[in-house]
Nanobody, 121 residues
Framework: QVQLVESGGGLVQPGGSLRLSCAASGSIFSIYAMGWYRQAPGKQRELVAAITSGGSTNYADSVTGRFTVSRDNAKNTVYLQMNSLKPEDTAVYYC???????????????WGKGTLVTVSS
C-alpha cells in the first residue's frame, strides 16, 4: 500500500502564499506521477497541477503562473507552491500519486486525505 500525507494547508489572505507538501510512504517500487487536485464546496474535484518522475508538469489554466509544482524523487515528496492566492482557490487540496508496488505491474491511483486551504480576508 501507498500512504500519502499532506501538510501545509491553512488560512491565508488574498494575495498571500502557501506551500503544500505531500510525502508518499509504503512498499513503493516506483511513482510515475504525483500531483494535486482540489475540491471546493459544491464542485467536482479538479486537477490543479501534476508532475511526472521525469519532471514534466501540467497545470490547470486557473493556476498557471501562480502555482508551481515540484518534486523530490529521492524523498517521494511533491510540493505545491501557491502564490497570489484568490478566494476562489479555497478548497480541500488532495495529493495524488500513480504508483506501483511491484516491477512489471501497472500503476494505481492513490489519494491523500486532503488539506484545507482557505483564502479569505
Amino acid at each position: 500500500q501507498v500512504q500519502l500525507v499532506e501538510s501545509g494547508g491553512g488560512l491565508v489572505q488574498p494575495g498571500g502564499s502557501l506551500r503544500l507538501s505531500c510525502a508518499a510512504s509504503g512498499s513503493i517500487f516506483s511513482i510515475y506521477a504525483m500531483g494535486w487536485y482540489r475540491q471546493a464546496p459544491g464542485k467536482q474535484r479538479e486537477l490543479v497541477a501534476a508532475i511526472t518522475s521525469g519532471g514534466s508538469t501540467n497545470y490547470a489554466d486557473s493556476v498557471t503562473g501562480r502555482f508551481t509544482v515540484s518534486r523530490d524523487n529521492a524523498k517521494n515528496t511533491v510540493y505545491l507552491q501557491m502564490n497570489s492566492l484568490k478566494p476562489e482557490d479555497t478548497a480541500v487540496y488532495y495529493c495524488h500519486a500513480i504508483a506501483t508496488l511491484f516491477e512489471g505491474y501497472s500503476g494505481m491511483d492513490y489519494w491523500g486525505k486532503g488539506t484545507l486551504v482557505t483564502v479569505s480576508s
